[in-house]
């Protein structure tokens, strides 16, 4: 049963036992007109909760049984002509509290969990905790993506989209339009993106920014979507302020360092008083990240890699070349477009090596919205590369097959190299200053 429903359950016995004390009133005063139907009234009352209990834990529930039991006590003590009212009140409680005790210890409480992540690619920033409410009996877990835009220029809502069907198969994805927040209202929401309508690339659809799903559970957890550096010394204010943190319950980073760093700026940005800090304390955990996890379980064996693929790998070693957006913002893509055709030109056509090209999901939206005159001529690079098969090309929604086939790791500083450090794999960091450095 969910929790919500439990504690209703609970809070109609304590209306029940004012009943009582109503009874017990009336009798002494001689009330009989208001004692039948207040008689009824608990009879009612205990016929509904039977009900509720029912459909939740089954027909024939325990509970059940014993409201039963206290219906015939109502019926027998409303036609017995009893008006000792001391000795009807105690005889009510006692069965009532009978009923009450069973419903405490025999119903057992399911969480109502949902998971609401909007790019598919992002899913490793959720998947091993919801593996694990999936698999607990005392959880109902619900993978509900949510859509979201690309921004224009001006900041206005653009291009739609919903990757609902891009998730693995072992997902079982329920549509957003078909859970009803508002009528379900989960005991923990699952958020990855932190932005709100703070993003100047992206937005979530509105309705599902974490300021609205606040609204409707009492736990809104956020889990970054990225990963850093251990040896990070300090945390940027634009990810710990964002709106995700603030409005969050409960935000879970990726080790007991960060909680340290998250919690340090949030008491600097607000002031480190008492009560601050006990709300920072509430709020950010260190318990690690899930993209972690999908590291060590998505292993090299357990994809099935596309046969074009496969004909340009043969027996080379695979290096993953990972590029961030930042690269064509108006300050970088003037020096990176040179280096893209460098790093492609010497990874051609080589016997021993293959390139897989994995750009940052958002790169073309970014463009798009950051500095649409770069996107030209990266889309020229980007189509001869795929025209020609210089390399593998992956531009889908699964980061964790790349980490796993591929042999080192080359390409922009971001949060897939220290994933890609967690494999024991080599890792080498491009520098778009400088030419030549492969």
């Known amino acids: 049963m969910r929790r919500a429903v439990k504690q209703s359950l609970m809070e109609i016995f304590t209306t029940l036992y004012e009943a009582h004390n109503y009874i017990k009133n009336f009798i002494e005063k001689g009330k009989t007109d208001d004692l039948q139907s207040l008689f009824g009234d608990c009879q009612q009352t205990a016929i509904q909760l039977g009900t509720i209990i029912e459909e939740s834990e089954g027909e024939g529930f325990v509970t059940v049984s014993y409201l039963e039991s206290y219906c015939e006590a109502v019926y027998e003590i409303a036609t017995s002509g009893e008006n000792n009212a001391t000795k009807i009140k105690k005889t009510l409680d006692k069965k009532l509290m009978t009923a009450e005790s069973s419903a405490k210890n025999d119903i057992k409480v399911k969480l109502e969990i949902v998971f609401m992540p909007y790019k598919a690619s992002m899913w490793d920033s959720l998947e091993s905790v919801w593996k694990s409410a999936d698999k607990d009996p005392m959880c109902d877990a619900y993978v509900v993506p949510i859509p979201y835009y690309d921004k224009n220029p001006n900041g206005t809502l653009g291009k739609f989209h919903y990757e609902g069907k891009e998730y693995p198969s072992d997902v079982p994805v329920i549509h957003y339009e078909t859970y009803d927040l508002s009528k379900r209202r989960p005991d923990v929401i699952y958020i990855h993106n932190p932005y709100d309508e703070y993003n100047f690339?992206?937005?979530?659809?509105?309705?599902?920014?974490?300021?609205?799903?606040?609204?409707?559970?009492?736990?809104?957890?956020?889990?970054?979507?990225?990963?850093?550096?251990?040896?990070?010394?300090?945390?940027?204010?634009?990810?710990?302020?964002?709106?995700g943190v603030i409005n969050s319950d409960k935000t879970i980073v990726q080790s007991p360092k960060f909680e340290d760093l998250f919690k340090k700026t949030l008491l600097s940005q607000f002031g480190d008083t008492p009560e601050n800090r006990k709300v920072v304390n509430d709020k950010i955990h260190g318990?690690?990240?899930?993209?972690?996890?999908?590291?060590?379980?998505?292993?090299?064996?357990?994809?099935?890699?596309?046969s074009e693929w496969k004909e340009i790998i043969g027996d080379k070693k695979v290096v993953l070349y990972n590029t961030h957006l930042s690269v064509l913002m108006k300050e970088n893509y003037q020096k990176f477009i040179p280096k893209l055709k460098e790093v492609i030109e010497h990874f051609k056509n080589r016997d021993d090596v293959v390139l897989l090209w994995r750009p940052h999901p958002l790169t073309i939206s970014t463009a798009e919205s950051m500095n649409p005159e770069a996107l030209a001529p990266y889309m020229e690079i980007v189509n001869e590369f795929k025209d020609n098969k210089y390399g593998i090309y992956d531009d889908t929604s699964d980061m964790n097959r790349a980490v796993a086939i591929s042999d080192a790791y080359y390409g922009s500083g971001s949060s897939v190299v220290s994933i890609y450090k967690a494999t024991g794999k080599p890792v080498m960091l491009h520098n778009i200053d400088i030419r030549e450095d492969l």
């Open 287 to 306: 318990l690690g990240s899930p993209k972690f996890d999908a590291v060590n379980t998505h292993k090299k064996e357990t994809y099935d890699i596309p």
């Open 201 to 243: 690339v992206t937005s979530v659809d509105p309705r599902f920014y974490s300021k609205e799903l606040k609204k409707y559970t009492d736990c809104l957890v956020y889990i970054p979507y990225y990963v850093s550096d251990e040896n990070a010394t300090d945390v940027g204010k634009h990810y710990v302020l964002s709106a």
